[in-house]
């Protein structure tokens, strides 16, 4: 078929689809009757292939098959669809020339159908269920013969026939299986004996299965003015408790209506709550009211998630069952009934034998006994079986029997409703005890009596406990009048307090009775603190609980205030209310005084431990436990006080020995005085602080012990030693370099005084060149010296080395940029320019008025060795000079000294304006130590 054939309205008629569901054939198993009736439509026709077709709503179904390997199809290759708006049969000659089915996929695919004849299967209403066909692979112009159209048209009946007597073999299975359920349902009814949870469960389970197209089912019931899921199963099972409104649902319309509801599809039901359909997945459903004593109490509903899923059979079913649902409700209601009329009577004797402490006797007119509960057992010792029949007068004593007061106490409750009974009683074993009680006489509402109830309680004990009470009483008076506490007791039913003396002999107040309450008491604290102890002791006394305590300032007779700790204790009656609350108020003003000033004197303490200028560290004995310390402990070591718990933690302080060694908790002048019982314990180390840094301290410590000498604990003082040791360190380094230096000098001036005396011949002279040579060495050694570093400007050098001769000041020129150079370059230069100046003095360009030199030096830049320094002297405007003859230890000490001292080169020269010397070397051998 085509693709409009699958979507013509013969195909999705509700009505057509709603009678094939009710017929419940689709994809069923194959029968042997459906079977035997396409072999026979097979024959008759001749043709290959015969189906009997069922069209559904999105397909075509094959109940039986011969010739065609398929069980079903889509609509768009159906042909059988077409018979669905035939009177009569459908006959096609030639498929692939009908406009109709040309384009099938069967006809112009596999298995190439070309012939094609179908019979309706209409049902007694009317309505299409499908077709009988027959198929052939080629046409047939000529169509079926009259015989094979008859045969046609005679089978599809006996399919409609053999679908009917399905359909009603069904109808008669389900009755009867509904039957059966019903029947178990209804003993499960009977076995629930009146339990309703029980009963609506059971009915609840049992309508569903007997409806196999209800997916779920419940029992709502009507509380006020909505239903409630009472009893739920199947896709309802976990809405149980769910609750939906009277007006303006399904089930409210059905019970208010009183009348069965049979709903195809929700959708178009305008009584639905509609944002309930797709939580309970409901489509279509049955509803039947459930009643109770002939009125409407709830409904029972059966639900399916799909449309039309309901026939009136069903509707009928669901009415048997909700019938059963009202007579589970009698039941459950007679049984309710049952169950407290045994309550009642459980409740009376539950009552009548449960007052265990009073003896209770109920006697006819005459006096005789006829019941006798389980305390007058108890407390008389006889029985019930014993006295039951028996006078009442047993239990008086024999002179009140012959005092006749058992006659006149029931007199009284006949005439003046009862008789007190204060007095000594019998027991079954002859001995007395006190008992009160009353005779009461018993009527029928206003008629007449019928007999007494005497109710005893033995009261023995409480006469005892009175009189042991008054001893009591005695005896706390006297205690309250030992004791300096303000003793009080507080009755809550008559709001009076009863103070004991020290009330007025510690706070001054003699109370008038009318005094002694509690809005006295509460006015007497101080206004500060009076709303926080008013709040607290209500707190205690409107809640459970028993324990009061405060603090807060009560005030004296005299005006004045003292600090008090009061604590109270609230006695509870059997029902938890308090009724009486008794307490004692402790005067802490002395305590205080002592606390301010030991208060007091630890805040002085902790001044002075603040004001040392050493940290200061407290630890506990025998475990080493860390107690405390002062706030210069933490300045030194930059993190908080560590609580080590024991020695053994002490190694999370961090230290290390003047080898690098960390310091071990057992080194600690803490533990060696704790653990080790060392009297002085002493430890210089280099601490890591909290930042990171390190800093040298010292620790000293010694034992604290109480006045029995016994070892309490430790102290230790930390000082910061940090600058000691650095100074100590410099010092150290100082005399090592003065040491170092003074060697050279020594060696210097040894080999100065060598070379100057060596074929000398004058002493005077060679006295006076010694003078300044050394003259020289010692400004050079002044410079260095008074920068105190390793290195000197190399402009303070020349300063102090041209400036030993007075002649040539301000005549000698230098300039050149800021160099440091080191020790034994600068004595060297100072010397060479010492000799290069008294030359030039003596003979050069400074022995003249208008000579001058020319002292510069300068850097520059080299390849491997880096930069290097030149530094050039040149004479002016002296005499006309000329090389020497011979060269004594001075030109030998400018010429070798220097430059042999930095490796560098030196050119000596004598043009005749005047002497030249160069010197040139890397700069890192003038700086080198």
Sequence with gaps: MTVQAAS???????????????????????????????QLARDACDAPVALVSLVAGNRQWFKARSGFPACQTDLDASVCVHALREPDLLVIPDLTRDPRTRANPLVTGAPHLRFYAGAPLRTPSGQVLGSLCVIDHKPRPEGLSGREARSLRALAGQVMTQLELRRSHAAQKRVLDQREVLLRTQGAVAAADGDLDAILHALVEGVLTATP?????????????????????????????????????????????????????????????????EVLRLRSCILVPVLRNGEAAGVLKLQSSRPSAFAEADLGSAQVFAGTVSSGLAQAGEAEARREVRKVERRRRAIFDSAHDYAIVVMDLAGKVTDWNRGATKTLGWT?????????????????????????????????????????????????????????ALREEDGPPMGFVKILRDRTEHREDVARLQESRDRYR????????????????????????????????????????????????????????DAS???????????????????????????????????????????????????????????????????????????????????????GRIVGGNRRIEEIFRHPILPSPDAESYGEWVAFHEDGRQVEAAEYPLSRIIRDGVEHARLECEYRRGDGSRVWIEIAGAPMRDPDSNLIGAVVAIADIDARRRAEERQELLNQEL??????????????????????????AVGEALGD???????????????????????????????????????VLYSGPEVKIGGKAA???????????????????????????????????????????????????????????????????????????????????????????????????????
């Design 213 to 277: 197209q209800a997916e779920g089912a419940v029992i709502e019931m009507r509380e006020g003015e909505e239903l409630v899921y009472r009893a739920t199963a199947g896709t309802l099972a976990d809405k149980r408790g769910l609750r939906l409104p009277l007006q303006g649902s399904l089930a409210g319309a059905c019970l208010t209506g009183g009348e069965p509801l049979l709903v195809p599809d929700v959708h178009t039901d305008p009584r639905v709550v509609r944002d309930l359909v």
């Design 384 to 440: 019930a079986e014993e006295m039951c029949g028996k006078p009442a007068a047993v239990i008086f004593t024999p002179e009140d029997r012959a005092a006749e007061i058992p006659a006149k106490e029931m007199h009284s409750a006949l005439t003046e409703g009862r008789g007190i009974d204060e007095r000594w009683h019998l027991r079954k074993d002859g001995s007395r005890f006190w008992a009160s009680g009353e005779m009461m």
């Design 537 to 623: 002791i209500h707190a205690v006394i409107d809640g459970d609980g028993t324990g009061w305590t405060e603090e807060y300032r009560f005030l004296r007779a005299d005006g004045s205030y003292a600090d008090v700790l009061d604590r109270g204790y609230v006695i509870r009656d059997a029902e938890g209310r308090a009724v009486r609350m008794i307490g004692a108020m402790f005067d802490l003003t002395k305590q205080r005084e002592a606390r301010r000033a030991l208060l007091a004197s630890e805040a002085s303490l902790r001044v002075v431990l603040d004001t040392v200028p050493v940290g200061i560290l407290f630890a506990e004995a025998p475990s």
């Design 8 to 38: 013509t309205p013969e195909v999705d008629n509700p009505s057509r689809l709603a009678a094939l569901d009710a017929y419940g054939i689709l994809d069923t198993p194959p029968e042997q009757g459906f079977d035997d009736i396409v």
């Design 773 to 811: 040579r050394l003259i020289a060495l010692g400004k050079a050694h002044d410079v260095l010296l008074g920068g105190a570093a390793e290195r000197a400007p190399l402009a303070a050098i020349v300063r102090e080395g041209v400036g030993v001769q007075e002649a040539a000041s301000g005549r």
């Design 739 to 764: 040491s170092h230096r003074m060697k050279n000098i020594l060696a210097m001036v040894q080999a100065i005084a060598a070379q100057t005396m060596r074929g000398a011949t004058d002493v005077a």
């Design 478 to 533: 006297l205690v309250t009048r030992a004791t300096n506490d303000a003793i009080w007791d507080w009755n809550f039913a008559t709001n009076h307090v009863l103070w004991n003396e020290a009330l007025t002999t510690a706070y001054g107040h003699a109370l008038a009775p009318s005094d002694q309450t509690g809005e006295w008491w509460i006015a007497h604290i101080h206004p500060d603190d009076r709303g926080r102890v």
């Design 827 to 929: 004595l060297s230069l100072a010397l060479m320019l010492h000799e290069l100046t008294t030359n030039a003095v003596k003979y050069g360009a400074l022995s003249v008025p208008d000579g001058r030199v020319d002292l510069t030096w300068r850097l520059t830049e080299g390849e491997a060795d880096g930069p290097s320094l030149t530094v050039d002297w040149r004479e002016r405007g002296g005499p006309p000079v000329a090389a020497p003859n011979r060269k004594g230890f001075g030109t030998r000490l400018i010429e070798r000294g220097l430059s042999a001292q930095v490796g560098g080169k030196l050119s000596l020269t004598y043009p005749s304006e005047g002497v030249a010397c160069v010197v040139e070397a890397p700069l890192h051998n003038f700086q080198a130590e």
